[in-house]
């Protein structure tokens, strides 16, 4: 199975910070990566696929790219709305796998 | 806005079957896409557990592939899991979503149900 490794595993930041979560996979899986948003008690919510497309209806300030093997979600100006956890996970081979989690807190 | 919504018992016993049922509602039809599966456990994390196409074809976890059974019912607009034979490690919340994917067959999940608990316990 691919592996994939989340970094930070948690996250202090503030309002209006611009903040960087990575994920990296054990193998290469192109652009074949997708981050989730979930809040406590809650569904995930897709928020990028296929590495940097954002889903229809989230906000312009989460983006992501892809840097060599390494995957980023950036946000860049964090709202009230935006503390949650983040997970990465890839499609690019069965089975499908996620990290970790990343969680943002005040 | 598509909605999904699972059912099931909440409740069942080791060694028994679990099942699930998810209700695909607000415009959008088990005619199209793929459907899914996942779970979600503190110890384990998020883990997909497979997904069917409305053909009635099914990719499995393979590590679970061998106590999986997943259908769809294009007439009620709904999918199934069961899961046999099931332990205290298959305790978590169940997950359905819908699965989309691109010309490079790269896919997502891009609508959830929003859980349901599953207690595997004597």
């Known amino acids: 199975d691919i592996q994939m490794t989340q970094s930070p595993s948690s996250l202090s930041a503030s309002v209006g910070d611009r903040v960087t979560i990575t994920c990296r996979a054990s193998q290469s899986i192109s652009s074949y990566l997708n981050w989730y948003q979930q809040e406590p008690g809650k569904a995930p919510k897709l928020l990028i696929y296929a590495a940097s497309s954002l889903q229809s209806g989230v906000p312009s300030r989460f983006s992501g790219s892809l840097s060599g093997t390494d995957f980023t979600l950036t946000i860049s100006s964090l709202q009230s709305e935006d503390f949650a956890t983040y997970f990465c996970q890839q499609s690019y081979t069965i089975p499908y796998t996620f990290g970790q989690g990343t969680k943002l807190e005040i | 806005q598509v909605h999904l919504q699972e059912s099931g018992p909440g409740l069942v016993k080791p060694s028994e079957t679990l099942s699930l049922t998810c209700i695909v509602s607000?415009?959008?039809?088990?005619?199209?896409?793929?459907w899914t599966w996942l779970r979600q456990a503190p110890v384990t994390g998020l883990e997909w557990i497979g997904e069917v196409h409305h053909s009635g074809t099914t990719i499995y976890n393979p590590s679970l592939e061998s106590r999986l059974i997943m259908s769809v019912d294009n007439s009620k607009n709904q999918f199934s899991l069961k899961v046999t034979s099931v332990t205290a490690a298959d305790t978590a919340v169940y997950y359905c979503a819908r699965g989309s994917r691109d010309g490079y067959n790269r896919n997502w999940f891009d609508s959830w149900g929003q859980g349901t608990l599953v207690i595997v316990s004597s």
């Open positions: 607000g415009g959008a039809t088990t005619t199209s896409n793929w």
